[in-house]
């Protein structure tokens, strides 16, 4: 479909976003077991190889948010096909979201989920508030990385990649 509108239906914008098939994160941030938080989102984008810059964006009425602002920290966990259930546990409203959840500290003692298939660890070095969501840019201070398969989203559901037959 091919429109030109002003004012768009919320569901099928979504829809439209949701087409663009990404990687899953889970982003945590807070250095004390009471101000530890932790995101699903698949809005992280790589932004610039030097300086190393990512991005993610958090809805601006997240409880996490105020975390994410005192730590000046985050970090990008990305997250395999075999931690489907992370995902899912960081993006309900479950009371410890960390419970059961290993981790290990990392720089500032904040949150590095184990076996990931890549960790990033940020310092924030933007903050803006783009109309609903908070973007954040951070600087990669440190990273892990195995080769393992990523958890994919596309559509408004889980899928497993596969390379494409060149045929
Ligand atoms: C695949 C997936 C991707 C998501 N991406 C984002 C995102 O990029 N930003 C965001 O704010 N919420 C995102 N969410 C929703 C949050 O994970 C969910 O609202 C979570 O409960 C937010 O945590 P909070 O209650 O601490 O704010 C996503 C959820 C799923 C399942």
Redesign the pocket.
């Known amino acids: 479909m091919n429109t030109q509108r002003t004012a768009f239906d919320a569901r099928e914008l979504r829809n439209v976003f949701g087409s663009f098939g990404t990687g ?1 994160t889970v982003v945590t941030s807070g250095q004390a077991a009471s101000r530890r ?1 932790g ?6 984008s790589s932004v610039s190889l030097s300086p190393p810059i990512v991005s ?4 601006a009425a ?4 105020d975390v994410f602002d005192r730590a000046g920290r985050f970090v990008i966990n990305i997250l395999s096909v075999d931690q489907l259930p992370l ?2 546990r ?4 479950v009371a410890d979201k960390f419970e059961g959840v290993a981790f290990t500290p990392g720089l500032e003692g904040l949150p590095v989920l184990q076996d990931c298939v890549a960790t990033i660890e940020c310092r924030t070095t933007e903050r803006l508030l783009v109309g609903d ?1 908070v973007l954040f840019l951070g600087q990669v201070e440190n990273y892990t990385y195995q080769r393992k398969p990523s958890l994919l ?1 596309c559509q408004g559901a889980y899928v497993q990649g596969a390379e494409c037959s060149t045929a």
């Open positions: 899953v938080v995101v699903t989102a698949n809005s992280f993610w964006s958090l809805l997240s409880p996490s948010l995902s899912r960081f993006a309900s409203s969501h989203f």
